[in-house]
């Protein structure tokens, strides 16, 4: 396979979500997400196939983490905010109007409740969750341990849960 087949199989099944992945990161900042996705896939053609072929997934979201991070560098302190990321996922199931309603403001209310955990608690909850990536390839991308990547997972579903209870418990 080529470099140019690999980068365009890699457009087509990862481009949507290295762009959520990178606006969440970036603050919702969708232009310079997709600049920083533009940015991975440049980097990604400049790569032997052979050798990014059977890690694609880790190596595209590592490389587009870190040009993320270098982004905020440049601009300003690092701060992270998940709510525009899962607006992005389609859904092929659809509710009635007033069901549709009613989980979208509990959508927005998790989200919110998402973005009060700390910030190694929400990244990694998004990789797992949006990317579906596995603790492993987590690891990679963030450069933390896989036990480390399971205890913050842990932790911050466990975290979610209690105010998730706080919060729609008391309606």
């Given at each position: 396979?080529?470099s140019r087949?690999?980068?365009e199989e890699?457009?087509?099944?990862f481009?949507g979500?290295?762009?959520?992945?990178?606006?969440g990161?970036?603050?919702?900042?969708?232009?310079?997400a997709r600049?920083?996705?533009?940015?991975?896939?440049?980097?990604?053609?400049?790569?032997?196939?052979a050798t990014?072929?059977?890690?694609?997934?880790s190596?595209?979201?590592t490389?587009?983490?870190?040009?993320?991070?270098?982004?905020?560098?440049?601009?300003?302190p690092?701060?992270t905010?998940?709510?525009?990321?899962?607006?992005?996922?389609?859904?092929?199931?659809?509710?009635?109007p007033a069901?549709?309603?009613?989980r979208?403001?509990q959508?927005?209310?998790?989200?919110?409740?998402?973005?009060?955990?700390?910030?190694?608690q929400r990244?990694?909850?998004?990789?797992?969750?949006?990317?579906?990536?596995?603790?492993?390839?987590?690891?990679?991308?963030?450069?933390?341990?896989v036990?480390?990547?399971?205890f913050l997972l842990?932790?911050g579903?466990?975290?979610?849960?209690?105010?998730m209870?706080?919060?729609?418990?008391?309606?």
């Amino acid at each position: 396979m080529s470099s140019r087949q690999l980068v365009e199989e890699a457009q087509r099944e990862f481009q949507g979500p290295l762009t959520g992945y990178a606006a969440g990161l970036l603050n919702g900042d969708w232009e310079r997400a997709r600049d920083v996705v533009q940015d991975t896939f440049v980097k990604l053609h400049q790569q032997d196939p052979a050798t990014v072929r059977s890690r694609l997934r880790s190596w595209l979201y590592t490389v587009c983490r870190n040009r993320s991070i270098d982004v905020l560098r440049k601009e300003k302190p690092m701060k992270t905010t998940s709510g525009e990321i899962f607006e992005t996922m389609v859904d092929d199931w659809r509710p009635d109007p007033a069901a549709a309603a009613e989980r979208a403001e509990q959508h927005a209310a998790v989200l919110r409740l998402v973005d009060r955990l700390p910030e190694n608690q929400r990244e990694v909850i998004r990789l797992k969750f949006q990317a579906d990536l596995s603790y492993r390839e987590i690891s990679e991308i963030t450069t933390l341990s896989v036990g480390n990547v399971g205890f913050l997972l842990h932790t911050g579903l466990k975290r979610l849960r209690d105010m998730m209870g706080k919060e729609f418990g008391s309606q």
